[in-house]
């Protein structure tokens, strides 16, 4: 079973910085793709970022272009989503996703097999 941890959500001001952190753990997993999703209250689940392990390909929703950056360290199969410039509206529930196999799709969640648990984020004006 493949485990995806979360860590690094918490508060902050608007304009301010946090990163979030994901690691796979578990049995032996072999990336295709991991990337982020986010829900706030009342809204269905959205594309943030997403990143090919193959081809290093990045993929950004416009909402979060310029301001949001995601990475990955290969070894230790973890993928980071650096945010920057933060807004209110970017206030949710950020989930980690992977997938180990191509489903289609790399920005909605069909695409992917396996979630992480969840890290809220905060943005106060």
């Known amino acids: 079973q493949v485990q995806l941890v979360e860590s690094g959500g918490g508060s902050v001001q608007a304009g301010g910085s946090l990163k979030l952190s994901c690691a796979a753990s578990g049995r032996t997993f072999s990336a295709y793709a991991m990337g982020w999703f986010r829900q706030a209250p009342g809204k269905e689940r959205e594309f943030v970022a997403s990143?090919?392990?193959?081809?290093?390909?990045?993929y950004y929703a416009d909402s979060v272009k310029g301001r949001f950056t995601v990475s990955r360290d290969h070894a230790k199969i973890t993928v980071y989503l650096q945010m920057n410039s933060l807004k209110p509206e970017d206030t949710a529930v950020y989930y980690c996703a992977a997938t180990e196999y191509p489903r289609g799709t790399l920005v909605f969640p069909r695409g992917y097999d396996h979630w992480g648990q969840g890290a809220q984020v905060t943005v106060s004006s």
């Open positions: 990143m090919s392990w193959a081809t290093t390909a990045k």
